[in-house]
T-cell receptor, first 114, second 117 residues
């Protein structure tokens, strides 16, 4: 079946550095990708919706300059957390959708900022 | 706009016992409804979905859910749970305007199901 690959699964970085997370659709073309953030023991909060070849649409309260999203191809979207701080530590999950097909989730990235 | 409420944050149950995880939603438009399961440090796996038709929906791993429009509920049930069902379960909704694309989901707070031997 369709698979979404998210990389890396875990990353530890120092405060002030930037981290890039990749989300790839492996056997389908993802016209839309979604980025979620999940705090410990909480639900998933949608951060942004990314459409291939256009600018991402950010949810209210999400800093677009801090969380840079690029969806340059139909199989790859990236989320870059710029100038990361400890409060950015979280579990980030992407999901991908190709036309009318179901939504598929990646396995998430655990970001720890020290 | 929609909202989803999962009434129980944690549900402990013994192996082979039945379980029900409750989900209520609020929406001004018709919705599609979903249940997802999340194992530790992993993404979400779709258990089942309600789009239309029969209100009783059967999913993977022996789970089923019933859509009740009058009560705006979509409770998840399993008649006999296993240790391997221990995980966090999320109810989610999406308004059904725009066809069958599943897109932007609104999630509930999650219910941690713990199955004890």
């Amino acid at each position: 079946g369709a698979v979404v690959s998210q990389h890396p699964s875990r990353v530890i970085c120092k405060s002030g550095t930037s981290v890039k997370i990749e989300c790839r659709s492996l056997d389908f073309q993802a016209t839309t990708m979604f980025w979620y953030r999940q705090f410990p023991k909480q639900s998933l909060m949608l951060m942004a919706t990314s459409n291939e070849g256009s600018k991402a649409t950010y949810e209210q309260g999400v800093e677009k300059d801090k969380f840079l999203i690029n969806h340059a191809s139909l199989t790859l979207s990236t989320l870059t957390v710029t100038s990361a701080h400890p409060e950015d530590s979280s579990f980030y999950i992407c999901s991908a959708q190709g036309g009318p097909s179901p939504l598929h989730f990646g396995n998430g990235t655990r970001l720890t900022v020290t | 706009a929609q909202s989803v409420t999962q009434l129980d944050s944690q549900v402990p149950v013994f192996e082979e016992a039945p379980v029900e995880l409750r989900c209520n939603y609020s929406s001004s438009v018709s919705v599609y409804l979903f249940w997802y399961v999340q194992y530790p440090n992993q993404g979400l796996q779709l258990l089942l979905k309600y789009l239309s038709g029969s209100t009783l929906v059967k999913g993977i791993n022996g789970f089923e859910a019933e859509f009740n429009k009058s009560q705006t509920s979509f409770h998840l049930r399993k008649p006999s749970v296993h240790i391997s069902d221990t995980a966090e379960y999320f109810c989610a909704v999406r308004n059904n305007a725009g066809g069958t694309s599943y897109g932007k989901l609104t999630f509930g707070q999650g219910t941690i199901l713990t199955v004890h031997p």
